[in-house]
C-alpha cells in the first residue's frame, strides 16, 4: 500500500533513499539535497510529450507517457532495488503528480515498500522558502580579515570538531572574489544553493548559533538569503589577521594548483584592469609567467585586495582578535571563545517549533 509523507516527515527520516524521477533538467535546476535523479521520462521525451498535450489532448498525452514509460519500467525498477536494502525509499516528482505516483504503483507491486512525497519538490521547495521568510533563528559568530588570513581553514577545522560552522563559499562551490571559481567549477543553482544551506542548518538544531565567514549580499552569481544576510550584518564580529608574507604563502597553496589555474588568474586578472592600472596588470601576468607566485600574490593584496576590503592586519576594536599565525592555536583560542560567549549544544525542546514553517496542506 502507497504511502504519502509530508516535508516534515521526510525530514524527520533517517538515511532515506530520495528518488527524483523528474526529467535531467528538471533535476539540474534544483532537487532535494542527497537526492538521485532516475527519470521517468528524459528531457527529449517529456518534451514531446508536453507538445501531444498543448496540440492535442490530455487523453493523448497519457498515452504516449504510457508508451514511452512501460517500455522501461523493469529497467527502472532494477536501479531502484539495488538503492532499496533495508532503507526507506521516497519518491518524488514535480507535484507529486502522476509520474511518481504511477512508478510508485509499479514498485509497490514489486514489493518495494515505497514512500511518496505529498507535494512533491514544489512542496519542499515552498518550505525552502519560507523559513528564509521568516527571521533568521540562529545568532551568527562572523569570522572578518584580509584575503589569505586563513579564515576557510579556521571554519573547516571548527566543523571538523563538530562546531556549528556554515561555510557558504563551500556550499556555493565559490571562494567570493573575481578569482573564486578558480579550479572550482560550476556553481550550483539559486534554488540548490537555498536548500544546501538549510540542510546544513537543520544539522545544528542543538545550538542557537552558527559561524560564517563574512560575506557579501552574493558569492560568484549567486544570492544570500535575506534573511541570513541581515543576521550576519548584526552578528558577533570576531577579526583574523596575519602578516602579509604568511598570507601570500596561503594564497599560493590554495590557487597556483595547476598550469589551467595559471591560465584561470590570467583571465581573471583583466577583469581587474581599471582598478589596478595597465602598467601593475602587466607585471602582475609578467610574475606569473615567470612563476614569481608568492611575490604576485602579495603584490595582488597590497595594490587590490586590501585596499577593497580594509580590515586591520593588528589588533583592533572587534569583540574578538586572533593572530592566525599558528592554526592550532588560533582554534585553541576560538573554541575558549565560542564556549564561554555561545556556549555548548543545547537540547532541542520546543525552540525549532518557533521557526518551521507549520505543517504544509494539499
Known sequence: MLQEITVEELLKLENAVLIDVRSEN??????????????????????????????????????????????????????????????????????GGLRSKSLAVVLDIMGL???????????????????????????????????????????????????????????????????????????????????????ELINYQEYDYIIVECESSKIGKLNLPRSLVEAMREGTEILIYDTIESRAD???????????????LKQALVKLKKYLGTTNLNELVQMLEKQEYHEFAVRLMSTYYDKLYGYPNEE???????????????????????DKNFGLPKSVKD???LHWPEKEQY
Not at 61 to 73: H, N, Q, R, V
Not at 74 to 92: D, G, M
Not at 147 to 157: D, R, S, V
Not at 320 to 337: R, V, Y
Request: hydrophobic letters at 35%; glycine letters at 8%; one cysteine or more.
Open 26 to 95: 528538471e533535476f539540474s535546476q534544483g532537487t532535494i539535497p542527497g537526492a538521485i535523479n532516475i527519470p521517468l521520462f528524459t528531457n527529449e521525451e517529456r518534451k514531446e510529450i508536453g507538445t501531444v498535450y498543448n496540440q492535442e489532448s490530455a487523453k493523448q498525452a497519457m498515452e504516449l507517457g504510457l508508451k514511452i514509460a512501460g517500455g522501461k519500467l523493469y529497467t527502472l525498477y532494477e536501479q531502484i532495488n539495488r538503492l532499496a536494502v533495508r532503507k526507506p525509499l521516497v519518491l518524488f516528482c514535480w507535484r
Open 113 to 199: 515498500h515505497v514512500l511518496r512525497l505529498s507535494g512533491g519538490y514544489k512542496a519542499y521547495r515552498r518550505h525552502v522558502v519560507r523559513f528564509f521568510e521568516e527571521k533568521f533563528p540562529y545568532r551568527v559568530v562572523v569570522l572578518k580579515g584580509n584575503t589569505g588570513t586563513g579564515k576557510t581553514e579556521i571554519l573547516q577545522e571548527l566543523k571538523a570538531q563538530g562546531y556549528p560552522v556554515l561555510d557558504l563559499e563551500s556550499l556555493a562551490n565559490h571562494r567570493g572574489s573575481v578569482f573564486g571559481s578558480i579550479g572550482l567549477g560550476v556553481q550550483p543553482s539559486q534554488k540548490q544553493f537555498e536548500s544546501l544551506i538549510y540542510h
Open 351 to 353: 525552540r525549532w517549533c
Open 250 to 264: 596561503r594564497l599560493v597553496r590554495q590557487y597556483i594548483l595547476s598550469s589551467e589555474a595559471i591560465s584561470e
Open 316 to 338: 583592533q576594536d572587534y569583540e574578538f582578535c586572533i593572530n592566525n599565525k599558528n592554526l592550532e592555536q588560533s582554534i585553541s583560542k576560538l573554541k575558549d571563545f565560542l
